[in-house]
T-cell receptor, first 115, second 114 residues
Framework: AQTVTQSQPEMSVQEAETVTLSCTYDTSESNYYLFWYKQPPSRQMILVIRQEAYKQQNATENRFSVNFQKAAKSFSLKISDSQLGDTAMYFC????????????FGKGTKLSVKP | DAEITQSPRHKITETGRQVTLACHQTWNHNNMFWYRQDLGHGLRLIHYSYGVHDTNKGEVSDGYSVSRSNTEDLPLTLESAASSQTSVYFCASSESRMTTGELFFGEGSRLTVL
């Protein structure tokens, strides 16, 4: 069974600074995907970044990047130059590879960006 | 543009009533999912479907049912609503031909059971 753990229920960061959100996961599969989703107050779930387990290179999307440590089963999200609009719940999730399979979510980290 | 819509967005009901939350997607995705979101629990899977007439139980399926009669819709039914089912419900879908794994989410339905 897959599990995803986010150990930081809440975090805060000053605007323009960098923050890292932690995530660890457990799976027996060799083919899987990892995701970070953002949920702003509007409640909409927005995909921030995706990492394929078979890729060694860490994924990057503009100010968002991940530190994927496969052996340690760690998948942290780094947000650079934090903006007020980054204030949201952030969920780490995993999914096994293939055409089927659902997302398993962590419990989330509430990030507040302070001016 | 393709999208996934949920209705109603907000609903208040009484204990014991039957409630149905609708989910409609125009992505033509085979895979559809229902999650519930509760503080301290993240999102937990209720039911899912990999195609027409296919349904499967998720982690927290007790008290819920789904049916899949076409590709576009996966309604979620609470047969006899309980206060423990007060939650925010999310429908999601994904493409089965691709293996990138991304789920596309609806905007959520907030259900309050009094």
């Amino acid at each position: 069974a897959q599990t995803v753990t986010q150990s930081q229920p809440e975090m805060s960061v000053q605007e323009a600074e960098t923050v890292t959100l932690s995530c660890t996961y457990d799976t027996s599969e060799s083919n899987y995907y990892l995701f970070w989703y953002k949920q702003p107050p509007s409640r909409q779930m927005i995909l921030v970044i995706r990492q394929e387990a078979y890729k060694q290179q860490n994924a990057t999307e503009n100010r968002f990047s991940v530190n994927f440590q496969k052996a340690a089963k760690s998948f942290s999200l780094k947000i650079s130059d934090s903006q007020l609009g980054d204030t949201a719940m952030y969920f780490c999730a995993s999914r096994i590879g293939g055409s089927q399979g659902n997302l398993i979510f962590g419990k989330g980290t509430k990030l507040s960006v302070k001016p | 543009d393709a999208e996934i819509t949920q209705s109603p967005r907000h609903k208040i009901t009484e204990t014991g009533r039957q409630v149905t939350l609708a989910c409609h997607q125009t992505w033509n995705h085979n895979n559809m999912f229902w999650y519930r979101q509760d503080l301290g629990h993240g999102l937990r899977l209720i039911h899912y479907s990999y195609g027409v007439h296919d349904t499967n139980k998720g982690e927290v399926s007790d008290g819920y049912s789904v049916s899949r009669s076409n590709t576009e819709d996966l309604p979620l039914t609470l047969e006899s609503a309980a206060s423990s089912q007060t939650s925010v419900y999310f429908c999601a879908s994904s493409e089965s031909r691709m293996t990138t794994g991304e789920l596309f989410f609806g905007e959520g339905s907030r259900l309050t059971v009094l």
